[in-house]
């Protein structure tokens, strides 16, 4: 890996917890708290790695379809791990973000985030954003509401509309778009993580699932990306 040309960008799909639980017989939310542990590693090693944004898929706008215990348990987990991480999080001088409408989430889950969004504000080591209820569309929709009332009010003029104002309404707005996104669990597929964020992100799949996933695949990952030629649309 050339340690130069690390991406300042990089986002994952955490995927195949309930397949890594059901493989040893195990409960689904097994998985997800398996999931949790490794979660914990990765962020230590973008950290170290000099990573400038770490995004992770946690629960999408989708994910609510699933069972009520499932769900609820996905979101104790959650806070558990803020409880238990925030601490070192800080300390490593990592800045946590949410990205998503994550008011929609019970209520000890919206506090133990606030508190974390709260405590790391200053920080400028690893941005990390969590995607919460978070849904590309659901994302983009919402941008471009705010987009018409700003010209229903006479505050923007339909001409100055371009990409840049409609990234600067999304959740994501002063972040980057990702250079790499990671899916891991074998699907290959986006399931509305940041679709118009990722218009030019280099893809690594792998068939790992996500309980499994270490730092070493997330170096293979970047060796991956480091061998990609990235064009852009343009001749290189
Ligand atoms: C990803 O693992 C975590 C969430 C969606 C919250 P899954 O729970 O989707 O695991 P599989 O895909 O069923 O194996
Ligand atoms: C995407 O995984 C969402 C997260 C990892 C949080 P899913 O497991 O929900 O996606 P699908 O249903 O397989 O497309
Ligand atoms: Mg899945």
Redesign the pocket.
Known sequence: MDKERIPLHIAI??????????KRSLP?LA??NA?MGVLKEIVKSCSSLGVGHLTV????TE?WK?PED?VGG?FRILVAYVEKELAELHQNNVRVTVLGDYSALPREAVIKLDEALDRTKENTGLAFHIALNYGSRDEILQGVRSLATEVGEGRLRIEDIDAQKLSDHLYTRGIPDPDLVIRT?G?KRL?NFLLWQSAYSEFVFTDV??PDFTPAHLCAAIEEYQGRSRRFGGVK
Request: hydrophobic share 35%; net charge neutral.
């Open positions: 799909v955490m995927d195949g917890n309930g397949r890594w639980a059901a689904r998985g997800h999931g898929y946690a629960f999408s994910n699933r499932e996905i669990s699907e399931s699932y996500w």
